[in-house]
């Protein structure tokens, strides 16, 4: 199956900085790259989705101006949260989509 | 949207116990997928199985597409099976591809 990294693992700042989590599908040309958010004890949820070359679309009740995706190249995929404040605390993880889905190993994000 | 329902809930097991994980959907599906998330948060992939019966050492799994459901076994449980387990599906009339997940199942064995 498709092989899918991600930077960092977790991370910790302080209310108001931004945080940029990188994804990589290794050995898969991804022309899209979907991005799911898992708070604590709850399931994942699509947040957006990245197209290579284009726009990103976003989940209703998810600040594009907030999460700014970037989609490159066919390799990889950046979301960065910006201003981030304590409730962005979550667990941020990606996939590159296709018939049979793998997930990258997922990024922490705690806000303090 | 579609809806993916997984019960139970919670699930403590003895190790050596057999179990039957369920989850139904409310509309037709093109993609379904059962994952084991460890505690590090990392999604295992168990099972590719929009329909049929497949079967992967002690695990296997069946989907009826044409009764909405998806069943996940597992047995002779072991500690190292605990963890939360997720059913995940694609409905292309609905979503972009992304998968739909439902809200897991806790599975706890004791030693």
Redo the contacts between chains.
């Keep these: ?1 498709a092989v899918v990294s991600q930077h960092p693992s977790w991370v910790i700042c302080k209310s108001g900085t931004s945080v940029k989590i990188e994804c990589r599908s290794l050995d898969f040309q991804a022309t ?1 790259m ?1 991005w ?1 958010r ?1 708070f604590p004890k ?5 947040m957006a ?1 990245s197209n290579e070359g284009s726009k990103a ?1 976003y989940e209703q009740g998810v600040e594009k101006d907030k999460f700014l995706i970037n989609h490159a190249s066919l390799t990889l995929s950046t979301l960065t949260v910006t201003s981030a404040h304590p409730e962005d605390s979550s ?1 941020y ?1 990606c ?1 590159p ?1 296709g ?5 990258g ?2 990024t ?1 994000l705690t806000v303090l | 949207g579609i809806q993916v329902e997984q019960s139970p809930p919670d699930l403590i097991l003895q190790e050596g116990a057999n179990s039957t994980l369920r989850c139904n959907f409310s509309d037709s599906v093109n993609n379904l997928q059962w994952f084991h998330q460890n505690p590090w948060g990392q999604l295992i992939n168990l099972f590719y199985i929009p329909s049929g019966t497949k079967q992967n050492g002690r695990l296997s799994a069946t989907t009826v597409a044409t009764e909405r459901y998806s069943l996940l076994y597992i047995s002779s449980s072991q500690t190292t099976d605990s963890g939360v387990y997720f059913c995940a599906v694609v409905n292309y009339g609905g979503s972009q591809g992304n998968l739909i997940f439902g809200k897991g199942t806790k599975l706890s064995v004791k030693p």
Excluded: A, D
């Excluded at chain 1, 709850?42 to 699509?46: A, K, P, T």
């Excluded at chain 1, 018939?99 to 997930?103: A, L, P």
């Design positions: 199956g899209t979907f799911y898992q709850q399931s994942l949820m699509l989705t679309t667990f993880i996939s989509g018939n049979e889905q793998f997930f190993p997922g922490r």
